[in-house]
């Protein structure tokens, strides 16, 4: 029997004693971008995916022979959906949009003098129809038709010959809507009166419907005020516990939450759902690093190259993954001192990644004090000396 298919009951007194549960059934939820939202796990991958790549800092730099060169930004990558747009929210809605519709849409309200886009007002995913008419492109958002020109179009998970992204939530349908219907089936069985809470049966004689609801009557309101209710030996009380398949639906919504965090490409144990093995891993450096390479690292390119569209070439735009990647001072500190013992690294670019100031004359003197000084870098073929003091 479904887990969501009306029980039979036998009885002549059964239409006095279940009520009729909601017409509606259960397993009638409708997905779309909005209710799937009320699945926990769609929540969690789609934050915490938005969450790590909207703070991800935004460069901007040109190739400069073998060098890339930090360049400044302009102001579509600080502001751009206007003032009220910084390049963090904006960055969040839009792959908010992407990783659960498969698109992001916005209209380009200014251009700058390259005519390259100025300003993009982004826009709600359902507000937008994708248009192919003879081989022109087009979109009609909110009911108004707009040249392909004046729409910024960011696709995820794109098939050939398609013109959008494809969508996870539709593609996730069936296993966000069997947690959805989940949901309401417990609260309607449950929550909304359908199931009565306890059970009093005659055990002398069969009662008529009159009977019965006489015999309701004084019991709840002896019971309401926490009075006496006095009956004969023909009369027995039960609680009504919770069914069996209680325990059913809660594996099934366990085994949703983990099915989920598979087509949203977000780690479950990221999101707390339950996980069938163990991974371990020596430091939280490298679980952000499996993190990254694994799950977020393709969508970050996707967006340095859509990105990229905005500047004028050659310049590309780049995001900054280190700010995923941040060590525990520990680990930091003995990969510093790595690469300046390696001389990868000089101790003024080392204190300037932890936001210090260049050694002064008195620091550098005060070390020479303490620690005596040190011998210069041996070049390449020369023997370190020896009795250096260290």
Not at 2 to 9: D, I, N, Q
Not at 12 to 28: H, K, V, Y
Not at 137 to 142: E, G, P, Q, S, T
Not at 240 to 247: C, N
């Amino acid at each position: 029997m479904s887990l969501f298919s009306r029980r039979s009951v036998q009885g002549p007194t059964a239409a006095e004693l279940i009520p009729p549960r909601p017409a509606q059934r259960a397993g009638g939820v409708t997905v779309t971008n909005e209710t799937a939202l009320r699945h926990s796990a769609v929540w969690a991958c789609l934050r915490l995916r938005a969450n790590l790549i909207s703070t991800m800092p935004v460069d901007v730099y040109r190739r400069v022979g073998e060098m890339k060169v930090e360049v400044p930004k302009p102001p579509v990558l600080v502001n751009p959906g206007g003032e009220r747009v910084g390049m963090m929210e904006w960055l969040y809605s839009t792959q908010f949009d992407l990783d659960r519709a498969g698109n992001a849409f916005g209209l380009i309200t200014a251009r700058d003098g390259l005519g390259l886009p100025a300003r993009i007002d982004l826009v709600p995913v359902a507000d937008v129809t994708v248009l192919m008419r003879k081989g022109v492109l087009k979109y009609r958002i909110a009911g108004v038709e707009f040249e392909a020109r004046e729409v910024w179009h960011e696709r995820q998970y794109t098939m050939a010959g398609l013109h959008v992204g494809l969508s996870p939530i539709a593609y996730a349908a069936w296993s966000i809507g069997e947690y959805l219907s989940i949901q309401q089936f417990a609260l309607d069985w449950f929550g909304n009166g359908a199931v009565p809470s306890a059970h009093l049966k005659n055990t002398g004689k069969t009662i008529t419907p009159g009977d019965a609801e006489e015999t309701k009557r004084r019991f709840k309101a002896s019971t309401a005020n926490q009075d006496v209710f006095v009956t004969g030996n023909d009369w027995e009380y039960s609680m009504i516990q919770a069914d069996a398949a209680g325990a059913d639906w809660i594996e099934a919504k366990r085994y949703s939450v983990g099915d989920i965090a598979r087509f949203f490409d977000c780690p479950g144990d990221l999101i707390d759902a339950a996980a069938g093995g163990s991974m371990t891993y020596a430091n939280i450096t490298q679980r952000n690093l499996q993190l990254l390479v694994m799950h977020l690292g393709p969508a970050v390119i996707r967006r340095e190259d859509a990105l990229s569209g905005l500047t004028s070439r050659p310049r590309f735009v780049k995001l900054n993954t280190d700010a995923l990647l941040r060590m525990d001072p520990q680990t930091r500190a003995a990969m510093l001192r790595t690469q300046i013992e390696s001389r990868q690294l000089a101790p003024s670019e080392a204190r300037e990644l932890e936001d210090r100031q260049p050694f002064t004359d008195s620091q550098l003197a005060e070390f020479d004090r303490l620690f005596g000084t040190q011998n210069p870098a041996p070049t390449a073929g020369a023997s370190a000396p020896t009795g250096a003091t260290t």
